[in-house]
Structures are given as structure tokens and as C-alpha cells.
């Protein structure tokens, strides 16, 4: 797995709501980065770029380069905080990775073939219930996305969790509590449509 995206920050020597605010008033995103039983480190980054990386959905579950005063970490990207009005990033977290130990990070699921499916050809509608799925594995096997197969859901069936195919050595956190955790990912329901198809067809 190539690594595409790479933050560069700089140390923040202070913490607080003050030094937060001057930092974002001179055009940055403050940040900490922490974990792998090192103390916390507080950082600022350039508002433009993380706008820019943020822009691609892979970078909330890849493992990225953060370089920080020259010095370059492997970590993941934990929370992302956003102003509820304007299009700013007010706060990031980033954790500590070791590549030799599993972690738990949320993959998007990406759902294919809808249209192509026994119930999409029905006229039938897919509803997800999910967008994204916490897994565990090591950094190395992390994927960018879990890809969903839809072609087999006719008109009144679901797909749940165990149905997804896995990549090798990832796995889903909640199978892992148990078969009450095996959620629906994914239903196909018959639009109005094809409703009224079935009820136009002769007895």
C-alpha cells in the first residue's frame, strides 16, 4: 500500500482555546498528534493543504505521513472538527502508528452493481444502512475502501455484514461480539414503479 498523502506541521508549543484561535487566525488548523506511549505533541498546519487532502475520501482510512520540524511519524487520522457554518477545519487528531500492531480504523463501503442487480433490473432501489465499517488489521493490509457487491439482491432481500467479502487479514470488529452484531449493510426495496408494474401484469 502506497502512501499518497503526506501532512507537513510544525510544533505548537502551546495548548489552550487562545493559542488555538491566533493559530487559526493566521491561516492554520491546530492540531495533537499522540499515542505509541510517547507524551502528546501539539501541532498547526497549513489550512490550504489539509483542505486539499481532505478532499479525498481514502485519507480517513490510510495510514499517513506526518512530518513534523523534519521529523516524519506514520499515523492515522482520528477526528477532523469543522466550523457548523463556515468551510473551515477548526481541529485535527492524529494517532501514533507502529506497523507491527493491529489497529481499528473505519473503511467507507463502496456499493456496486445496484443497477445491475436481480432487483435493480426490477426497477428496485437500494438502501444502505451503512456508509462505513470498523475494522482491524495490520497498517500494512489497511484498504482504502471495503467494495460491496449488490448483483445477487433481489427486491425484499438484505445484505448483512457477514456478506461482505473481506480483504485478507482484515476484519470487521462487530462480527467479533457476536451474531446480534451482524448488522444489515444494505436493502433492495421496490420503487413505486415497479410497484405499479406488478400490479398492471395480467392473473
Given amino acids: ?28 488548523v491546530p492540531a495533537v498528534i499522540y499515542g505509541g506511549h510517547v507524551e502528546p505533541q501539539m501541532l ?6 489539509v483542505i486539499k ?31 457548523p ?17 493491529a489497529l481499528k480504523v473505519h473503511v467507507p463501503l463502496h456499493f456496486i452493481n445496484e443497477d445491475a442487480s436481480i432487483g435493480g433490473k426490477k426497477g428496485g432501489i437500494a438502501a444502505h444502512s451503512m ?12 484498504p482504502d475502501y471495503i467494495e460491496v457487491d449488490l448483483i445477487g439482491l433481489d427486491i425484499g432481500d438484505s445484505m448483512h ?3 461482505i467479502i473481506m480483504p485478507a487479514g482484515v476484519e470487521i470488529v462487530a462480527l ?9 449493510i ?8 415497479s410497484k405499479d408494474d406488478v400490479a398492471e401484469e395480467p392473473e
Fill in 1 to 28: 500500500m502506497s502512501n499518497v498523502f503526506e501532512f507537513v506541521a510544525e510544533s505548537r508549543g502551546q495548548s489552550g482555546k487562545s493559542a488555538a484561535r491566533r493559530a487559526r487566525h493566521k491561516g492554520n
Fill in 44 to 49: 498547526v498546519l497549513s489550512h490550504n493543504e
Fill in 53 to 83: 487532502h481532505l478532499a479525498r475520501e481514502a485519507v480517513y482510512s490510510h495510514v499517513l505521513d506526518i512530518t513534523v520540524d523534519g521529523k516524519t511519524e506514520k499515523v492515522i487520522l482520528k477526528a477532523v472538527q469543522r466550523h
Fill in 85 to 101: 457554518a463556515k468551510f473551515q477545519v477548526l481541529h485535527m487528531d492524529f494517532l501514533r502508528v507502529n506497523m507491527a500492531d
Fill in 131 to 142: 456508509i462505513d465499517v470498523e475494522v482491524t488489521c495490520l497498517p500494512s493490509v489497511l
Fill in 161 to 163: 455484514l457477514s456478506d
Fill in 176 to 184: 467479533a461480539q457476536g451474531s446480534e452484531h451482524d448488522h444489515p
Fill in 186 to 193: 444494505a436493502s433492495m426495496m421496490a420503487s413505486k414503479a
